[in-house]
């Protein structure tokens, strides 16, 4: 892999990582498969991108994590007042989304944002330029780790964690769940709109479809951090998503310089989460199957 290359992958697992933290979120946290990051990411890059063509980048990104919050809250409020079950709350926030994203880009499928100010721009003339990229994203994904952390740990964070695990218990001390299921959600596609503001400008572009199998990706970095990183705390747990974020991405670079055709990326994608999701039970199954010869081997070494 040429230095080009590894470059830009860890710029885009490092964006790619707070999308990722987002999932965990929702996936982890809550305990709920949220399928409205298809659609939030998107909603998060188009309006990134319309703002970019006003000259305010910086408040792209800031209005893509509200609008990202606003969807989930919709989803939230789906699942919890209307009692739609949460995916297919999720499903139908998607596919509305796909519509008002449309909206959002003036009807239009794509808008380039070559040759306009982004995010990127500020170390234009500096000797810092070619690391724009890396550090810029990294900065903003220091600063939601440290944040997200410290939330996790206050006592609504507790509250929102142990709603994922037992929700029936917290709402038996008297805690309104639903509450926090509109946070969380919220919280989760605010970060995942977010990324998607960040790679609209790193990529100067948008398009309608990019959100599609965003959660895929997302699920593929948390189960490959925890994989092959652990989960022994909540801190670890949340570098192990980040890492497995830039995992994923450096797996996909390594998979294409070989070879691989682009359009074949989201089958990979969706080989990796489901072997990924399955290890507990190979795992086990390569266990059992070792204890089974090794008392064949014991009877015969008797016999």
Excluded: W
């Excluded at 609008?67 to 709350?89: S, W």
């Excluded at 500096?126 to 410290?150: N, Q, R, W």
């Amino acid at each position: 892999m040429t230095q080009l290359a590894l470059q830009g992958s860890i710029e885009l697992g490092i964006i790619y990582a707070i999308m990722a933290l987002g999932v965990f979120v929702s996936f982890r946290t809550l305990n709920i498969p949220d399928l409205t990051v298809d659609g939030s990411f998107t909603l998060g890059a188009a309006i990134s991108a319309v703002l970019c063509l006003s000259g305010q980048p910086g408040l792209g990104l800031a209005a893509a994590f509200i609008g990202g919050c606003l969807a989930g809250c919709v989803t939230a409020l789906c699942h919890t007042k209307l009692k739609i079950q949460a995916l297919l709350a999720g499903i139908l926030v998607m596919l509305a989304l796909y519509s008002i994203n449309l909206k959002v880009m003036f009807n239009r499928a794509n808008i380039p944002l070559i040759n306009k100010e982004t995010i990127f721009s500020l170390f234009r003339g500096t000797p810092a330029e070619d690391y724009a990229g890396i550090l810029i994203p990294s900065i903003i994904l220091l600063l939601i780790l440290v944040l997200l952390f410290l939330f996790l740990n206050t006592r609504l964070g507790f509250v929102l964690r142990a709603t994922g695990d037992n929700a029936h218990m917290v709402r038996a001390i008297g805690v309104n769940t639903d509450t926090t299921i509109l946070l969380g959600l919220a919280l989760a596609n605010g970060l995942v709109a977010l990324s998607g503001a960040l790679i609209a400008q790193y990529q100067s572009f948008v398009d309608i479809s990019m959100g599609i199998g965003m959660v895929v990706i997302g699920l593929a970095s948390v189960i490959i951090g925890e994989v092959i990183f652990g989960v022994k705390s909540l801190f670890r747990r949340l570098i192990a998503v980040i890492l497995g974020a830039i995992v994923y991405r450096l797996v996909i670079a390594v998979a294409l310089e070989m070879g691989m055709p682009p359009t074949d990326l989201k089958l990979v994608s969706a080989l990796i989460v489901a072997l990924a999701l399955s290890m507990s039970v190979i795992k086990n199954r390569f266990l059992t199957l070792r204890k089974r010869f090794a008392k064949d081997g014991n009877r015969g070494g008797r016999g």
